[in-house]
């Protein structure tokens, strides 16, 4: 059986330490929020360790990442399970639903996710931070492969896991839910304070750094909002921060009617004040990179179609400038 980390004696129960909920874990209440930590016959133990919820070898755009490796292929999984329960989740039927699982040991995954053309893994889908020794064990694997190891994260961790992480991992996509710190209580059941620590944190390590905002109409749509949030990412992150401005569909127990495009697009002009690469998520238009430079179309994008010929090297094919692109490891 498999060991957590981050977990204390507390009175007759265990306090797991890996995310600011801080579960207890009891006798009459072994299993920790996230599903996939707790208790097995008492003892602590990870129940979700290793358990698949599907494998597929996903463009990187779609996670999405736009400024690392474009145009490759990467290995994608994740967890049964999620340490927030955002109303609105896109994924619901994995973060809170029972899917099927299927075991798949570290050295399998990390064998794998350099086949077929895969250029790593990416631990995404629901929330990959309560996988944490099953990534740092396989993600270690995949680094000795040479391969690259991304996360597709809510942020919602402690400082002590993250830093530990970083060792293992390349890039992450982060998401930043809303500006309003009611929004993610009241909605999303965690604080959105940890998030923006996380945020900075990735953003001072220099590991790759993406950022992704759904847009729900109704529920984040302010833009007074998205001005504070938008300054707040370039002085805390970088104006070259990517952010993705995804579209909400109803899902869970969110009913409201799909984002509007015009509201996107609106969004998107919003946040490029402050922001040099800012790109509409879940909509079908063509969504290019534009050297900051000269103006010319470094990347290319259509539905999950990459052309890369303007970029050479992580520069601009035209005038040489630097694009914020890592294109090899
Ligand atoms: S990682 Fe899971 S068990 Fe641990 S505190 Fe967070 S939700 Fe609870």
């Known amino acids: 059986m498999k060991t957590p980390r981050w977990v204390e004696r507390e009175g007759k129960g265990w306090r797991c330490g890996l995310c600011p909920r801080g579960c207890l874990w009891t006798a009459a209440s072994p299993l920790g929020a996230c599903r996939v930590r707790g208790l097995s016959d008492g003892v602590p133990s990870l129940p979700g360790w290793g358990r698949c919820v599907s494998l597929s070898i996903d463009p990187i755009e779609k996670k999405p990442l736009y400024h690392f490796l474009p145009g490759s292929l990467i290995l994608s999984t994740g967890p049964a399970g999620c340490n927030l329960s955002c109303m609105f989740c896109q994924n619901w039927e994995i973060s809170q639903g029972d899917p099927r699982t299927h ?26 931070v309560i996988w944490f020794e099953y990534i740092m064990e396989t993600a270690t694997m995949v680094k000795k492969a040479g391969g690259a190891v991304v996360m597709v994260s809510n942020g919602y961790v402690n400082r002590a896991p993250l830093d530990e992480l970083l060792y293992v991992t390349d890039a992450w996509n982060v998401d930043l839910k809303s500006w309003s710190k009611e929004f993610y209580e009241s909605i999303c059941g965690g604080n959105r304070d940890t998030v923006l620590e996380s945020i900075k944190r990735l953003a001072l390590s220099g590991k790759h750094l993406e950022i992704t905002f759904l847009l729900i109409p109704g529920r984040n749509d302010r833009p007074a909002e998205w001005d504070e949030m938008a300054r707040w990412i370039a002085g805390e992150a970088g104006s070259g921060v990517p ?76 005038c040489g400038a630097p694009t914020g692109i890592v294109d090899s490891l």
């Open 103 to 128: 075991l798949v040991m570290p050295e399998v995954l990390a064998h794998a996710a350099m086949e077929d053309g895969s250029r790593g893994i990416a631990f995404t889908y629901s929330e990959p």
């Open 243 to 318: 952010l993705h401005i995804s579209r909400y569909f109803p899902r869970y127990r969110m009913t409201e009617p799909p984002t509007p495009l015009s509201l996107i697009y609106d969004a998107v002009d919003a946040f490029s004040r402050h922001l040099e690469f800012v790109y509409p998520g879940n909509v079908s238009m063509e969504s290019n990179t534009v050297c900051r430079k000269c103006g010319a179309v470094v990347v290319r994008r259509a539905g999950w179609s990459v052309d890369r010929t303007g970029l050479s090297r992580g520069g601009c094919a035209s």
